[in-house]
């Protein structure tokens, strides 16, 4: 079967540095997605992710190794707006989108 | 630009009846998708349009059904719902391209079936 692991909950201070782990077992690989998702909103599209390194966009980045089937996300300098759930995804061989079940972030003062 | 739009916000629903979904982009993106969203569950594919004209099943199609007769609307309809249908549901887009073909959200229909 394919499954998409990330923690489930985790916890941060305002101004520190946050790494959120996802794991995949998927059939086939064709890139990889991490979103953002305040509660009561939509996801929102933060990265993507197909060749092995690391993608930096501003406080952001995200990390990729294929031969591992591992990613993180990286949130340095984190803000009170950053407390979301953040959500992994892998396109699979059939060229759909594979989630996991998010990340609850909880940043406190 | 609206980007894409869902209607209703929120539906409150009897069992057996039967109720359309609404979703309508102006991005003239050629593929569309419907997802749930489930506490404790990944977002799953119930159904998918990579063109107008087509429509594919996903991972959770039973008791759903879509059409796709333009490039902008793609309805999915419950035909008697079910309270194993209480969810929140997600209306999405992409170009359809090769490469990255990220896809965009609506903001969601929550919807509760008694």
């Known amino acids: 079967g394919q499954n998409i692991d990330q923690p489930t909950e985790m916890t941060a201070t305002e101004g520190a540095i946050v790494q959120i782990n996802c794991t995949y077992q998927?059939?086939?690989?064709?890139?990889l997605f991490w979103y953002q998702q305040h509660a009561g909103e939509a996801p929102t599209f933060l990265s993507y992710n197909v060749l092995d390194g690391l993608e930096e966009k501003g406080r952001f980045s995200s990390f990729l190794s294929r031969s591992k089937g591992y990613s993180y996300l990286l949130l340095k300098e984190l803000q009170m707006k950053d407390s979301a759930s953040y959500l992994c995804a892998v396109r699979d061989d059939n060229y759909q989108l594979i989630w996991g079940a998010g990340t609850k972030l909880i940043i406190k003062p | 630009t609206a980007g894409i739009t869902q209607a209703p916000t929120s539906q409150i629903l009897a069992a057996g009846r039967s109720m359309t979904l609404r979703c309508t982009q102006d991005?003239?993106?050629?593929?569309m998708y419907w997802y749930r969203q489930d506490l404790g569950l990944g977002l799953r594919l119930i159904h998918y349009?990579?063109?107008?004209?087509?429509?594919g099943k996903g991972e959770v199609p039973d008791g759903y059904s879509v059409s796709r007769a333009n490039t902008d609307d793609f309805p999915l309809t419950l035909a008697s719902a079910v309270p194993s249908q209480t969810s929140v549901y997600f209306c999405?887009?992409?170009?359809?391209?090769?490469?990255?073909?990220?896809?965009?959200f609506g903001p969601g229909t929550r919807l509760t079936v008694l």
């Open positions: 999405a887009s992409s170009t359809g391209t090769s490469g990255e073909d990220t896809q965009y």
């Open positions: 998927t059939s086939g690989f064709n890139g």
């Open positions: 349009s990579n063109t107008a004209g087509t429509t």
């Open positions: 991005m003239r993106h050629n593929a």
